[in-house]
């Protein structure tokens, strides 16, 4: 069974650092890896998905890493600012359809 | 583009009622998954389907049904509700069941039970 853990579960730091979120799960056989954040109390926004065959993802400044043997993903933020302020998700699909597992998140607050 | 939308916003039922939930996917897709989540949890998969058809599921009692309808949209049904199924309901929707495919969040709807 497909196990997903993040690491920490929160964080809080000052505007301007960079950070890293950690992500790992259990079962290496996976299609792909996608990291979401998730405003209090609302839906999910993917934010980088990641496919088995590659080994990162980045978007603006966001950056998604990949390791499938070590069963490890991070995701890097740089230069956090409050607006970054939400819980972050990582999900792996490592079945024949839709179904994702989610890890715990991790809930980060950027302070100004 | 219209992304996906979820009614209602928020619910509040008793124990022992039943409770119909609604989702319209993204322009496009053809395939909806329904999740659940508890506060302080990552989502769990409920199920997935595929021109109206359920083609994957998740560890949930018969008591949680879903229907497809020809224009892709989908409802989630539960009866006989209890206590711990007070949580957030997401739906996703994607173009097909290739598992490379994208899922794409609703906002949810926020079910209490009491």
């Known amino acids: 069974k497909q196990e997903v853990t993040q690491i920490p579960a929160a964080l809080s730091v000052p505007e301007g650092e960079n950070l890293v979120l950690n992500c790992s799960f259990t079962?290496?056989?996976?299609?792909?890896l996608q990291w979401f954040r998730q405003d209090p109390g609302k839906g999910l926004t993917s934010l980088l998905l990641?496919?088995?065959?590659?080994r990162e993802q980045t978007s603006g400044r966001l950056n998604a890493s990949l390791d499938k043997s070590s069963g490890r993903s991070t995701l890097y933020i740089a230069a956090s600012q409050p607006g970054d302020s939400a819980t972050y998700l990582c999900?792996?699909?490592?079945?024949?359809?839709?179904?994702?597992?989610f890890g715990t998140g991790t809930r980060l607050l950027v302070s100004p | 583009e219209t992304g996906v939308t979820q009614s209602p916003t928020h619910l509040i039922k008793t124990r022992g009622q039943q409770v119909t939930l609604r989702c319209s996917s993204q322009?496009?897709?053809?395939?909806v998954s329904w999740y659940q989540q508890a506060l302080g949890q990552g989502p769990q998969f409920i199920f997935q389907?595929?021109?109206?058809?359920?083609?994957g599921r998740g560890n949930f009692p018969p008591r949680f049904s879903g229907l497809q309808f020809p224009n892709y949209s989908s409802e989630l049904n539960v009866n006989a509700l209890e206590l711990d199924d007070s949580a957030l309901y997401l739906c996703?929707?994607?173009?097909?069941?290739?598992?490379?495919?994208?899922?794409?969040f609703g906002p949810g709807t926020r079910l209490t039970v009491l």
């Open positions: 996703a929707s994607s173009t097909g069941t290739s598992v490379n495919n994208e899922q794409f």
């Open positions: 079962d290496s056989a996976i299609y792909n």
């Open positions: 990641i496919q088995s065959s590659q």
């Open positions: 999900a792996v699909k490592n079945t024949g359809f839709q179904k994702l597992v």
């Open positions: 322009s496009g897709h053809n395939t």
């Open positions: 389907y595929y021109r109206e058809e359920e083609n």
